[in-house]
């Protein structure tokens, strides 16, 4: 069973908007920071979005100033609000979970391999 849950994908039309949730246990929330990945057909999975417990950010150079990445600790869920969608952020949209540590790097917090928690994806699908 999953332990993170993703929802909120569907298709819209280039230019158009959406807003993913990812809800995580409570022994995930408090204890790791989180990030949203993506993959689309015949391409590696690609890091996305990655927010600290400090709530600093993240982002991938392809969705810097359209994509929004927050969380709602009442809730422990975490948001990637994508705006000016656009044909090429058509993929499976993952949420992720790392154990916190020291400090990451860009580099790091967009790469898979520090993330233990994966959600089973939500498509997304952006038509021109």
């Known amino acids: 069973q999953a332990q993170l849950v993703e929802s909120g994908g569907g298709s819209v039309q280039s230019g158009g908007s959406l807003r993913l949730s990812c809800a995580a246990p409570e022994f995930i929330y408090s204890s790791y920071c989180m990030a949203w990945f993506r993959q689309a057909p015949g391409k590696e999975r690609e890091g996305v979005a990655h927010?600290?417990?400090?709530?600093?950010?993240f982002y991938a150079d392809s969705v810097k100033g359209r994509f929004t990445i927050s969380q709602d600790n009442a809730k422990n869920t975490v948001y990637l609000q994508m705006n000016g969608l656009k044909p090429e952020d058509t993929a499976m949209y993952y949420c992720?979970?790392?154990?916190?540590?020291?400090?990451?790097?860009?580099?790091?917090?967009?790469?898979?391999?520090?993330?233990?928690?994966w959600g089973r994806g939500t498509q997304v699908t952006v038509s021109s």
């Open positions: 992720a979970a790392a154990p916190r540590g020291g400090p990451m790097t860009a580099i790091q917090a967009l790469s898979a391999r520090p993330y233990s928690y």
């Open positions: 927010i600290n417990s400090d709530g600093s950010t």
